[in-house]
Structures are given as C-alpha cells and as structure tokens.
RNA sequence: CGCAGGGUAGAGCAGUCUGGUAGCUCGUCGGGCUCAUAACCCGGAGGACGUGGGUUCAAAUCCCACCCCUGCAA
C-alpha cells in the first residue's frame, strides 16, 4: 500500500517513525518549507524534514498543497491513502479525494472537545485531567471528521505538553498502524460522526496566554505553566521588572510546607523556606517554583535563582 | 547584516563605569552542637576571570578581533 505522509512539527515524528519500522510503502513526506527561525532568523527545516532524509524518503515542501501544480503531482504520486499529523495546513477537497483509502489524520485530543491548533496545550491549561488521541477520516473542515478510533490517556500532575505531547504522538502512531495495518488486511475503518454539539475549540497559542495571574489558584498557575511549556512559556515579572519565565512547578493548594507559609499574604508574594525552596503566594495555596529562566539566562533550578539573585522572604512577582 | 543581555571556583551571581591582594549566596570536604535535621556554629579545599592580540609599571576591569551561550522578534 502506497502511504502520503504529511506532517511538520516533533508530534509527526513518533508516526513516521512506526510507519518505516513497520515496512510501510512510504512514497513521500509532504511539510511546510524551511522558514526563516531562531537568532538570526536563519533558514531552519522542520523537525520532520530531518527524520524523512534520514529514511531517504522524498520529501516536498509546496508553500501551498492547494497549489494545482501540486495537486497534479500527488496524483500523479498515486498514493493509496494519505496520513497526516500536525501538518499546518488545511487540505482542499480536490486533495481529499485524491487517495482511494481516504485521508486519515491523527488529533491528540478526544474529539469533539479540542479542535484545533493546539489541544494538548489547552487540555493542560484548562486543567483536564484526561486526554486522549482521535483517528479520524478528514473532511474539508477543522478536524470535524469521522472518528475511526480513540485512546484515552490519564494526565499526571507533572505532565507538560513536552511530555504529553510525546506520549500521545507514541499512542497515536500505534494506533495507526493498526488501522493501515487493518485496511491492508482489507478490512476498511469503521467511521462514526462526531457529536459536533459537543465541540470545543484550541486554537493556536499567542504569547500572552502565557502571562501569570497570581490571583488565580495554584493548580490554575500550574495548568498554565505545563500547558505554556515550551511554546510560548508561562511568565512573571520579579523585583526589578524583568522577565521570568517559569519552566517548571508543583502546587499545594491544601498541604501548606511549614509555618513559614502560613500567614495569609498577598497573592505573588515569594517565601524563601529555611532549605532555599521558592514558594509563591496564590489566590488559592501556594505554588513552588521548581525551575526557572530569567531573561537572557539559561534555565537553572529555583533555587540557584535564589542564591544567585538574593531573592528573599517578602520579595513579590508582578504583573509589570 | 533583525533587536538585546551574558561567559569570574562544582551551581547561580557581584566586582568592570573610576585599572592596584578574587568576593556573595550555595554546594563540597573536615570538625562541632543536637534525641535529631535539608536547621545552626567553626574550619578547609577549589579560579589560566571564554580565546587571541594591544595599551600600561600594573588588566577580570581600558582598546581590537574571534569563539560560545541566552532572551526578544520571526
């Protein structure tokens, strides 16, 4: 069976990777071209591009699939079915009806709820504490198809969306190879309608989602800062004004450490425990701060930022 | 040539403007106190101050070049 595969980002990577393990009939990965990215704005591939060259599978880059020289080349290219996993572009109905298998796209949410750019971010950052992977036929609109399957997955209190995003791209790469798996077999996926009522949407994260409100609870500032993980990073302002991004935390909104702090105080007030540990006053519980990044410094734990920039017991993080 | 900050002991930082004995908070090692401790007290080890050149009696500090790291922006 001849396989299309097209996706961008670190979440296609997991699916791709199956798929060669699997001896799957890989005909080409289709991604976003090189952008201009980073320091310098140099030319930078996406991180799928690396991984299709190590595989020496072809690789196309259209700026625009809707392209019609590009539509003739996929069906010229004949693919029997086409995958597509965190691609970042929408595909035309002309392209949809190309592969004879059908367009199958693996979603890391549990479809109604999520569509979207980014649904694991906003399942963290909404504090759900379930989530899953939906495989489903794709239509014309956003992520509205099918379901042909779906796995649940537990989200731990540690989890970010690094590490969700990684588990999931692991179950749904399972999970299609054994629907290709399946329809190799001749035993095509069975598709239901998705409840569309039920919808809920997650789009694309902007920067200042990521801005910290200490009034919220603990485990709120927590959602964010797993959920903003990565891209684009739960932030504060500190003593002087300057940026600080917070990488990593652990609320206690109910387990208070020690009587150092008990005292009720306002929200974004910092204690320093006798052992250097950075607790943050919340509109509910405290949150401890486990790693951060002041800006223009590399992320260290909280309690080097302590001793390095003598943060003290009274000290408070702002929203300025 | 997108904008900006940085490289000083194992970690995080001050010192640089105004050149003159290498500092702070920790960690680590040894000792002490304690029923006990990540708490407290005493003591020790550990630095080519990113690299190369220049100025100077003297450079972490001033000048030039280069390497590496990071935030913003995309």
New binding site residues.
Partial sequence: MRVLYMGTSEFAIPALNHLNTHDFEIIGVVTQPD???????KLNPPPIKKIALEYDITVFQPEKVREPEFVTLLKQLAPDVIVIAAFGQLLPQTVLDIPPCGVINIHPSLLPKYRGAAPIQWALINGEKETGVSLMVLDAGEDTGDIICTERLQIALEDTAETLLQKLAEIGAGLLVDVLGNITKGQPPQATPQKHEDATQAPRLT?DIGHIDWNESAYTVHSLIRGTSG???A?TYYNDGS?L?IIQSMPHEDKIKEKEVTAKKQPGTVTIT???QLYVETGLGQIQLLKV?????????A????????LKTGDSFSNS
């Fill in positions: 952008r201009p990215s980073g320091r310098g704005k920067k891209w684009p990073g932030y940026l991004k006798s052992d250097k990044q002041p800006a223009t410094k590399k992320i260290m734990d309690t080097d930022f302590v001793n390095g920039y003598q």
